[in-house]
Each structure stands twice: as C-alpha cells, then as structure tokens.
C-alpha cells in the first residue's frame, strides 16, 4: 500500500458516519415545485433524479484517484424520504444506538421536522405498502413468521453486467430512440407508458453525463488552485476522465473504473435498492483495459493496484442507508453488501480466472475494509492456487473472501431458465443470491421463519406468544399418531403463510411499478430499453422474485427431536414435551439437556436427522417454486439469514430441539450452533444433501481457529474440502477463523460452542473438552497471532 | 469379525496425507506417561466422566446403576470405579453426556460404513483411512479385516503403531499398508522401560524390518521434555533412524497436556502433572540434529 491509499483508506477509516439531510431536501423541494405537476411516474423520478444530481453538493477528497459520493462527504447518508422517511424518533435511535451509530446534527434534526417530515409523512411508499397489506399479513409479520424486505428500501438485488464497458450512456440514448421509433401506437396499448418510460430513461442518462461533468469542472477548477504538479497532473486525468464517461465507452483502466463509480453513485442515489449496487464479474470486466495498458505502457500492475485500492475506498465510503422503526434499533452493519466477485468461467465456458483476479486478492488482502465485500467463484477448471490464495487471505481473519461454486450457480441459472452464456457471466450477489448478472431483477422478498410455522401448528393454529389464532387449526398435536401426521399439518400451515407472504409481494411489485419507477437502473440492465420496461415493470430479460428459508438447521433438529423421543423411544408424550416448551425448560434442565444431547442431529451426517432435513427442504420448495410474480417471472427460494436468524430467534418460543425462547435459530444452512459434533466433512456431508440446483443460493459458515490453518498442509486440506463439497453441488461456504474473544465465550458457554475445533499439537480436539490450562495455552496462542 | 475402538475422528489432517478418518482402537501395550489418549491404553470399555458439564438438580445416573458406584460428592459425580462393571446404564440415562463410554464393540462392516461416509474427502485429497489407538496391531485380526476391505475401496491406509507387537502380524498386514506411523520414543532400554513400562528390544527389531518391507513408514517421535529430549538421546535416535534400511522421514511430536484432562475423565491423577510443551526453539534446535544426518524432518504429524 502506498502513502497515497495509507492516506486515503485512513480518511475512510476515520470518517464518521453521519446522517445527511441532503437528498431529503433536494427531494422535498423537487416534489414540491411547479416542476413535477402532471408528471407521469416514470418522467416524475428521472426529473427528480436530475434535479438531485444537478443540485447536490460535490466533493473531490484530497488524494482522490476516483472520484464521485453519494452524499456531500466521505460517509454522510442520505435518507430517501420517499420511500422510508425518518421520524424524529428514528433519528434519536439511529444517533443513540451503541453499535452502527449515524451522527444526527441539530442542523438534520430541524430540517426533518420542519420540511421533510411534514411533507412525506403519511406519502411514503412504506405507508402505502402497509395501507394495502391484509389483516393477516400484518398478523403474520408482526409475529415474526416473515420479514419484508420493502417496506424499508426499494427493491434492487441487482448487479451490473458487462455492457458498460463496451457502452456509454450515449450509446444507450441511442437504444433509446431506436426503442421509441419501433413503438407501435395502432397496436400496443402499452405503447404510452412505454414511450414515457424511454423519455425517462434518456432524461436520466443526461441527468448522470451532466454529473460527470460537474466533476469534471470540479477537477479543473483545483487543478488552477493547486500548487504541486504531481497533484496537478491528477487533477488534469480526473478531469479528462469524467469528461468522456459516463457518456462513452470508457478507454482505459482508470476510465472502466471512473465510469462504474458514476453508474453506482446513479444507482445508489435514485433509490436506496437493497445490496446497493456492484460491478460483478470485475476481474473479467477489466482484464482487456489491464492487457492493453500494460501492452502500451500506459499502465503498470502498481498503478493498477493503486487504482483498484482507491476504487475499493469509495465503496468503504458508503454505508447502507439507515433504516427506520424497529429494524433501526436492531440493524447491525454499514456493509451495503456490494459483493465483488472474481474468478469463475468467462461466457464461453472457459477458465476465467486471470492475472487480475490475483490482484483483486492482493488489493483485498491489503485493504482489510468493511467494504465492498469480495467472493471467489471456483469452477472445476480454476487452479488451485488461485483457491489456495483466497483461503489464505480467510485465514488472516477477516472473513473475506467468500467462496462460491461456478458450476452450481450456473446450473441454478439455467433451471431457472437463463441461458448458458448468461448464466456463466453471472454470480452470486447480496450474501448469496444467484443472479444473471446485468440481465436480471431477482429480488429478495423477505425471509421466512420456518421454526415458527412449526410452532404455531405445535399449537394448532396459535402464536403461543400472543395467544393470537394467525394460522390454520391443522389438528391437536397431541392426536397426531406418526410423523406423518405431524409433516403434513406443518404442509398445511406451511402453504397458509406462504400465500399470504407471497399476495403481498405480488402487491408490492405493482405499488413500486406503479409509483416509484428506477428509470437509472433500467438503463443498465437489459433488455428494460429494448422492451420499454421499467426494472420493477419487468423489463428485464429475466424476472425472479426470492423467498429466504430461515431455520433449517434448527427445523430438522426439532422434528428430529419429536420423531425420537416422541414417536419412536416414547420417553415424551408430546403433551409433556408441549408443557416443557411452554414453560420454556423452567426447573427442566434434564429434559432439555436430554433433547439436546440424545437426539440425531442435523449436521453429523446423520440420515435419521437429514432426512428430515430433506423433508422440510422439499416442503419449503413444493409451496414456493415456480408460482408466478407480478413481473412476468417466478418466485424461487433461497436459504440465507444474513443476521435475522437473532430476530426471528427472539420471535419464537422454546423448541423442541432444547433451544430456550428467545434464543438465535441456526443460520443459513448451518446446523444449529453445537450441535455438529462430527467435524466439517460430517456438516459438508449434511449440507450437501440439499439440493442446492433447485435454490438460488445457500449459505454455509464454517468455524476454524487459525492453528488449524496455520501451516501449508492446512491450507492444502481445506482446499480439498471445498473442492469435495463443490463436488457434491455445494453453493457457498465461508469460514470464520475464531478469534480469542470467541475462545473466551466458548469457555463460559460451552453448551453453545460444542462444534469448535482446535489445534492443540499434532492433533486436533474439541476446545471445550480439553482442560482449562490447555485452553488458555490456546487462548493466547491464538490472542498471539492475531497481532501479528 | 469384531473389535473393540473407542473413537472415529474424521477431517485427520495429521495423521497421513490428505483428509483421513482415524479409527483409534483400544488397548495398548505401552503405559507411556505422557500419553494423549490414556482411554486407549486398557483393552476394556470405561466410563469417563466430563464432569465439568453435570447439572445440579439431575440425578439420573445415580438412580439408573445397579452396582451403585455413582454418588454425588461436593456438587460433582463420582464414580467409584471398582464398583463398576462398564455396563453403560449410566451413560444412556444421562442427559448431559456426562457420562460417557469410552470403547464399543463393532464389527468392522460397521467400521466400514462410517469410514466410507467421508469417501469423497479421500478422493478429493488423496487421503484415506489410519488405523491408530491404542496400538491397531493389539487386535491383529480385526485390524486385517479392516485393511482388506478399506483397500478393497481404493482408499490410502495407515497404520500408527507403537511398534510393539509380534512380527508375524506385521507381516500379516503388510500388503495392505501404504503407510507406516512407527513411533520411536527411546533408543535406550532401561529408559524406555521407565517411561513406557516395556522394553524397547521388540520394537527395535521391528523397525528395521518394517522399513525393509513396507511401501512407506514415517517415524514418529514424541518430544518428551525431561524425558526424551536431551541432546545425547535424540542424536542416539537421529543416528538409529539414519542408519536404517531406507531414508525415512521423522515426524517430531512435541509434547502436549492434551492427556491430562482426559486422565482426569478416567479417575487417573496425571503422571506428569508440571510437564510444559518444548518452546519452538527447543524444536528448531532439535529439528538441526536431524537434519544433519541428512533426514527429512517436520514437526507435528
């Protein structure tokens, strides 16, 4: 790292997250003015948006190499009052909370209360979605059966494809009019809307080359004021940079970079989409810039580096726009999870692993930021080093790279319908979630609480936590003679919820259609100019629609609990084991020890627990896939938690599984927190029995102490691991190196950490088996090598 | 065909090459004083005790054995073990896996099945199974029946031994052996009798042979401060291993407090109760002596 990027990455580092009222503004006087009376939806954001960018402060960082932030500093947040507005009581919680805090300042404070929220109050898109949700929807959410994704942010969950390295906006304009002309007004009755749609788009792409040249005159205007040539010299290639993109195909390496910097900012101001923005497949994306700039002596690999390390900066710079009400108290991350992919296969189904992805690992291993987040996709035809590398950045502690399988994103894809080019240029974006990268709108609905289907109809039909009827009476449990019974009242109440979170999201897709349009993002991801289509109308070449599966792991190990002890050994009625779970275990501890430890859990490569596993999967899969969105494409599933497994934890009540109410649920695809006690290939083995081709991305964590992975054997052994479960289908898998304050926690817990394992010498066992004193050897072995 | 193991350890990174699982048979000629699996050590099932993880209100064990030889003492289970006979009524009644057994009779399909589950690891790595204890050889037969059927999968075998067994059964499994863990831990026989409680003379006449006869062998010596570790001893080893049919190359095993806890499980006191790890320039220092006989050395397995 040179002092330029030490400099900038501590400005980055240092810079206070704050809460800037500046979109706000500039929103609340657009929608205000004369300006926007009678416009259509469509022409009403794009003329807002270029209000917005023609309006809102700039900023050129001193040392800064790409140029360009969302809000008028490194840091400040805007809100996007027209979506979510924040009251005055979210701003407190936001400036209060203990951890990701904002800094409010009077000066926000008194602009929210005196014209933001007076104007959007009661006009937001989260009012309106609310207004139209059921009784039962509302009943539903508020128990924690599911979330919804956008009642805070609007939908997004999209990356950027491949074309703006050979296009600039220009050249979409010129789509745009070719679009216009073929409009047929004697046939399609669509063809109004579709003609205010185009208009909107072009005013958008003036709207950001307008940008652009805001900081290209920025650039020059400091080039005059400064004094020192080197910086000068700068200045004058920022400044030539931004005169020529976004508005064309960017020519080189700085010009690729500069040019996808625009097109975020653009995304990420519009609207506030869910995983932000984020340029995809950039090692592929960039290598013809890096050859030919090598190749003529324009670039060198140290400039190269230096300029993805400035690029790596600006995503650090923007934090996920802070949400409001209760997700406000619980939200724990400025990531904006803008997850950059490398490695892979090129569209022709070649080895796409380049000189460039090493150096994407390298800027990675250097710049140890919160943001972007980066994963590596492995193919079959990926060399190992290039696998061994990212596991040795894992190592370090970082928890980055994530690890993805080519070949099980691309078949994913292509049961779903894309084609074979278009699902090799594609990936996995947000946490995990596939997609056809630049051709796709696949939008993540919510998550759903599998564990709490369970338990209302454990309670025929009840919340036991508000003694509400929200489900179906599916029969006393009690009265339930064989697993089977009980696998198909769950059917049952499993389907209730499932439509009702799927009619609201049908409901959803058309309010963001109809009242907030992303002319921006549409010109970005085909074919919405071809078709004349808004990204939320469907104009997009494939249309998915995501429901997250919460709770595997903690699912399994409850039917499993209830198959053995209930129906097999007969130890517990199911009367008593109700009771337990009502009274939470209270004076119980046996009994909850006994459900803990003497049941088949999923995890262990177990079939008598997995296999229940596989039933839960296929029943979660039955009741989603391939039902229709409001989009023209399909709802799938997926299975991720990011953080809610902690939410929907404290939504249910204690489990069959000995879990006590208001404990997390498992994570992803996880087993549930101890109870794999067979070593990672036993949880592979378990994990790989899902059928990940029919999901749109999985999540597996795996924990590891560094000892573990200390030596090149290490390394090597966990290489093949991934490779193994890669084999087998695997989707995704990351490894979380434990640190000693984890260390620390299993000592007092060890009930929860039953699954870690260390490196004690030559051998390795399990840390809460082994004695204190060899645990606090390891302890501080570990505290030691996280200094170094 | 049945034998008597006491653990499968899968994802064994340090036992051969590859991802292996180790199945660790039970019995033991050898009473090593630094030893790290002291349930491996007497050729019957036992009860370990995990007393650390016991609740207070339960007393499920005390009410499920017949002999009662479990009371509860200062808010602890114990077990007075010439009462028990290992009938394993405790360790089913507990809820808490406080109890547990250490050491179950299977036959070695069972073996098999579970080994075979992590087959696509082995494949993945060029890994396979190791065959450790205990010492493998102990239970001749039982081990022959397993190497047959796991070489019969394609999988890569190990055997770690202690070396101490009759030269007819290592002749009996050698064409199923790919490699050979041998451990050495003295060359001198008064110390190896006072550390191991045997006599180092079989041991040194196998060593030989094998690595006359086997496809491959790594030596293994464990790193006994105190004990083992002084300069004139290792160089006596260094030179013995030098001066054996073929190179082979030497695994140092430093010492570690891993069998302290687990003698604790066994109602056993800790035989080397203030023993401290070799430091890593102990090792290197120790690591040079081989070296400069022209040995491969590492260490850790």
């Keep these: 790292m040179n002092d330029r990027i030490k400099k900038l990455r501590r400005q980055s580092l240092r810079a206070v997250p704050e809460l800037s009222a500046e979109r706000g503004m500039l929103l609340t006087r657009f929608y205000k003015s004369a300006a926007c009376r009678g416009l259509s939806a469509p022409l009403l954001r794009a003329e807002a948006f270029a209000y917005l960018l023609n309006h809102k402060k700039i900023t050129i960082l001193p040392g800064e190499l790409i140029v360009g932030e969302r809000g008028p500093a490194a840091k400040a947040t805007p809100t996007y009052p027209e979506i979510t507005c924040h009251s005055l009581a979210d701003l407190e919680i936001l400036a209060r909370r203990p951890k990701i805090p904002f800094r409010v300042s009077a000066t926000t404070r008194r602009q929210f209360a005196r014209e933001i929220i007076p104007f959007w109050s009661g006009k937001t898109m989260r009012d309106k979605l609310f207004a139209c949700m059921t009784p039962e929807w509302l009943e539903a959410y508020r128990a924690g059966v599911f979330t919804e994704f956008m009642e805070q942010r609007a939908p997004g969950h999209t990356v950027c494809g491949d074309k703006i390295y050979r296009q600039g906006c220009g050249d979409f304009k010129k789509q745009i009019r070719a679009s216009l002309a073929a409009l047929d007004f004697l046939q399609d009755p669509e063809a109004l809307a579709k003609s205010e749609e185009l208009q909107a788009m072009a005013i958008a792409a003036d709207a950001i080359i307008a940008f652009a040249g805001r900081y290209a005159a920025k650039a020059r205007s400091q080039m005059t004021a400064k004094k020192n040539p080197a910086r000068k010299k700068e200045l004058r290639a920022i400044a030539a940079a931004c005169a020529w993109v976004p508005a064309h195909a960017p020519r080189d390496f700085h010009d690729a970079l500069q040019h996808y910097w625009f097109i975020h900012l653009g995304v990420i101001s519009e609207a506030n989409p869910w995983d932000a923005f984020n340029p995809g497949r950039l090692d592929q994306h960039l290598l013809p810039f890096y050859r030919r700039g090598l190749a003529d002596g324009s670039l060198t690999r140290e400039k190269a580096r230096e300029l993805l390390q400035a690029f790596w900066i600006k995503f650090n710079n923007h934090p996920s726009p802070p949400k409001v009400g209760v997700t406000a108290e619980e939200s724990g991350t400025y990531t904006d999870f803008a997850l950059i992919n490398t490695g892979g296969l090129t569209a022709k189904g070649e080895d796409g692993v380049n000189e460039l992805s090493f150096l994407i690992l390298e800027v990675v291993e250097e710049m140890r930021l919160l943001q972007p987040s980066s994963a590596v996709q492995i193919s079959r035809k990926s060399p190992d080093a290039f696998l061994k590398r990212a596991l040795e950045i894992v190592r370090t502690g970082y928890g980055q790279p994530s690890l993805f399988n080519s070949e099980a994103i691309v078949a994913e894809l292509l049961r779903q319908g894309k084609s074979l080019a278009d699902a090799r240029r594609g990936g996995a974006s947000g946490c995990v979630e596939t997609g056809a990268f630049g051709r796709e709108s696949y939008i993540l609905t919510g998550y759903f609480n599998l564990v709490k289907v369970l338990e209302i109809t454990l309670h025929n039909g009840i919340d036991p936590l508000s003694g509400r009827r929200i489900g179906l009476e599916t029969g006393d449990p009690a009265a339930f003679r064989r697993m089977d019974d009980l696998l198909a009242a769950f059917a049952k109440q499993l389907r209730f919820f499932i439509d009702i979170k799927i009619r609201g999201s049908n409901v959803i897709d058309r309010l963001y259609a109809r009242y907030l349009p992303v002319p921006f993002l549409s010109l970005l991801i085909d074919d919405c100019i071809a078709n004349g289509r808004d990204y939320h109308e469907g104009g997009a070449r494939y249309n998915t629609s995501y429901i997250q599966g919460v709770g595997l792991g903690t699912i399994s190990d409850c039917l499993s609990a209830i198959q053995r002890h209930v129906f097999q050994d007969k130890r517990l009625s199911m009367k008593r084991l109700l009771s337990l779970l009502d009274s939470d275990f209270r004076g119980r501890e046996a009994s909850r020890q006994l459900l803990l430890n003497k049941t088949p859990r999923y995890g262990n490569d177990d079939d008598a627990a997995d296999d229940l596993m596989k039933k839960v999967f296929e029943l979660y899969f039955a009741a989603i896939d391939g039902r229709p969105n409001m989009r023209g494409g399909r709802y799938r599933i997926n299975l991720l938690p990011t953080t809610v497994h902690i939410y929907f934890g404290r939504k249910t009540g204690a489990t069959p599984d000995g879990r006590k109410a208001g404990e997390p649920l498992s994570e992803g695809i996880s087993p549930v927190q101890g109870a794999d006690r067979q070593g990672p290939t036993a949880v592979i083995k378990s994990a790989a029995k899902i059928d990940h081709l029919r999901t749109g991305g999985t999540l597996l964590n795996q924990k590891f102490t560094p000892q573990l992975l200390a030596d090149e054997r290490g390394i090597g052994q966990l290489a093949n691991l991934v490779r193994a479960y890669f084999g087998l289908h695997g989707h995704h898998v990351q490894f979380n190196v434990v640190d000693a304050a984890t260390l620390r926690a299993a000592q007092k817990h060890p009930e929860r950490y039953r699954d870690l394992i260390v490196r004690v010498a030559g051998y390795s066992d399990y840390f809460v088996d082994i004695g204190v004193e060899l645990q606090e050897e390891i302890i501080s072995r570990t505290e030691h090598q996280e200094f170094e | ?301």
């Design chain 2, 1 to 301: 065909m049945k034998g008597i193991i006491f653990d499968i350890k899968k994802f064994a990174i340090h036992d051969g090459p590859g991802i292996r699982s180790t199945v660790f048979f039970k019995g033991c000629p050898l009473r090593c004083r630094w030893c790290h699996n002291p349930e491996g050590i007497s050729p019957a099932a036992e009860v370990m005790v995990f007393s650390r993880r016991c609740l207070s209100d339960c007393r499920s064990c005390i009410k499920a054995c017949p002999r009662k030889a479990l009371s509860r003492y200062a808010a602890k289970i114990v077990l007075q073990r010439e009462r028990c006979d290992h009938c394993g009524l405790c360790v089913s009644a507990c809820p808490a896996e406080v109890l547990q057994m250490a050491g179950r009779f299977v036959s070695a399909e069972q073996v098999i099945d579970e080994l075979a589950k992590d087959a696509v690891f082995y494949r993945s790595s060029a890994g396979g199974v190791t065959f450790s204890g205990g010492e493998p050889l102990q239970q001749a037969h039982f081990l022959l029946a397993l190497l047959r059927q796991a070489k019969k999968k394609g999988w890569h075998t190990t055997v770690d031994t202690c070396g101490h067994a009759p030269w007819a059964s290592f002749t009996k499994i050698m064409p199923w052996v790919d490699l050979f863990l041998f451990d050495l831990k003295s060359i001198d026989l008064g110390r190896h009798r006072r550390l191991t409680g045997m006599p180092n003379d079989l041991i040194l006449e196998n060593l030989p042979r094998v690595s006359h006869a086997a496809r491959s062998l790594a030596i293994r010596i464990p790193l006994i401060p105190g004990s083992n570790d002084s300069e004139v001893e290792l160089a006596r080893m260094a030179d013995y291993c030098a001066a054996l049919p073929r190179p082979h190359p030497v695994h140092l095993l430093p010492y570690h407090r891993g069998g302290g806890s687990k003698r604790e499980r066994l109602g056993q006191t800790d035989p080397m109760p203030g023993a401290r790890p070799p430091s890593a320039a102990k090792i290197q220092q120790i690591m040079e002596i081989f070296r400069q006989r022209k040995l491969t050395v590492i260490s850790g397995g």
